[in-house]
């Protein structure tokens, strides 16, 4: 069954002069539970904003978006917390929070404190991604790699349907890169989490099985 459907999306941004500029026109494709998909396109053609708009952030102007079978739009802030988990590009750590906490946020959105299964999930997740050690640590304190470490758990610890990354190697050099792409692929795997990249690099997509691209404001399979 496809976790996700796009139908005739659309979507245009004022530009400024009161004139709308279209980012994005029938756009239609499905994504099936458990695929990684990568999205690529060069900078400025909307990778961000297809990926604002599948984790509900963003409304399209037109088209039809049917996420598990269902509008995700009628409930955003749900479905967000409990369906999707994301990816930054800059990672987006809380600083007065540690390690431990910043991954148990999610947690934190829909309930007033973590389960000791949440707790338990969030510690097996940072040891897998070897941060472990780290977690009475301040973000502050971290290197680029293991900030990208801790921005994975946390996009994991509410074992989401959908994982959605925005350039999720765009601030490491080519090892923890590297290591950050074979991990996310790994953990998703694992669990038939279907998983979304975009990225304006040949080299992080091709860590992704099935490639799509941003071509003439539309999405077309590479
Ligand atoms: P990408 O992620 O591929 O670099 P974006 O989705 O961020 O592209 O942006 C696509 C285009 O839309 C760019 O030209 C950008 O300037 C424009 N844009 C993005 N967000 C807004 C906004 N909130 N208002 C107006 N224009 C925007
Ligand atoms: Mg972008």
Known sequence: MALIELKGIQKSYPDGSGRSNTILRDVSFSVEKGESVAVTGPSGS?????????????????????????NPFANPYEVRNRKIGFVF???????????????LLPCLAISSSASQDQIAYARSLMSRTGIEALEAQYPSTLSGGEAGRVALCRALVMQPLLVLADEPTGQLDSDNAGAILSLLTELVKERSTTLIMVTHSEQTAAAAARRLCIENRTVIEK
Request: hydrophobic fraction near 30%.
């Open 46 to 70: 909307g990778k961000t904003t297809l990926l604002r708009m599948l984790g509900t952030l963003l409304e399209p102007d037109e088209g039809t978006y049917l996420l598990d079978g269902e």
């Open 89 to 103: 590009q800059d990672h987006r750590l809380l600083p007065q929070y540690t390690v431990l906490q910043n991954v």
